[in-house]
């Protein structure tokens, strides 16, 4: 050590020895990391989106095909659907009927256009449990990237004055079957606006049941607006 501390610059070239070999074993040891997990390297290219470009002079484009559905509100056509959906990469809108989201002991607070509460061409929610599981149901579609639409709530058509056939004033029209439906006293759009604000009020505890947060953004996308039996819409 005497001899060592004698020479100048002995202890600076024994430390940088010492980390260069220390840098080589590390270098050469080859081992994964503890946790057994390889090394992150750089993900190839993603070719997800190759088909996106700006077409050229007089190059096909490519083929769309959109999916939908009557029948978003039954809990059966939703457990066939939603896994079929996710295997095939595929997303769909199904179209919802608002009464849907009333349990029928609360079907008089739906009271369509003309017509006394509780009336509908079509049933409503069924038990709260009922109601519950279907929007349980929507959320999950949502939530999977699915689009939720609306149907008109009464489903008045011909034969249950008054019906789509039935107005001619025009406060605004909306499809029942291959008609227009063209309301009195009400508008076809303050109709549905009415039923939205009854729908979530009809079926308070199922909407808790999944927060606020949600309901409103069901609401947003129209779960709530629209009703249909079997469950066709």
Avoid at 19 to 45: E, F, I, N, Q, T
Avoid at 154 to 173: I, K, N, Q
Avoid at 180 to 195: E, K, N, Q, V
Wanted: glycine letters at 12%.
């Amino acid at each position: 050590m005497a001899r060592l501390a004698g020479k100048p610059g002995t202890w600076l070239s024994v430390a940088v020895a010492v980390a260069l070999a220390a840098v080589a074993l590390v270098v050469l040891d080859g081992r994964p990391p503890p946790d057994g997990k390889p090394l992150p390297s750089a993900a190839p290219p993603s070719r997800d989106a190759a088909w996106m470009h700006r077409l050229a002079p007089g190059e096909k484009p490519p083929q769309f095909v959109l999916f939908s559905f009557d029948g978003a509100g039954s809990h059966e056509h939703w457990r066939r659907v939603l896994p079929l959906a996710k295997s095939v990469h595929a997303h769909f809108s199904g179209f919802l009927s608002g009464i849907y989201l009333l349990p029928d002991s609360q079907r008089d607070r739906y009271a369509g256009p003309g017509h006394r509460p509780g009336k509908a061409s079509i049933g409503f929610g069924g038990s709260e449990d009922d109601v519950r599981t279907l929007v349980a149901d929507l959320n999950t579609a949502v939530d999977q990237g699915e689009e939720i639409g609306t149907h008109y709530n009464g489903h008045f058509c011909t034969g249950s004055e008054p019906s789509a056939d039935a107005g001619t004033r025009p406060h605004g029209t909306t499809s029942c079957g291959s008609s227009s439906l063209s309301s009195t006293p009400h508008a076809p759009g303050a109709a549905c606006a009415s039923t939205r604000r009854r729908s979530r009020a009809a079926a308070p505890r199922a909407w808790r049941a999944i927060g606020p947060r949600r309901s409103r953004r069901c609401a947003r996308r129209g779960c709530a607006t629209t009703p249909a039996s079997p469950r066709t819409g």
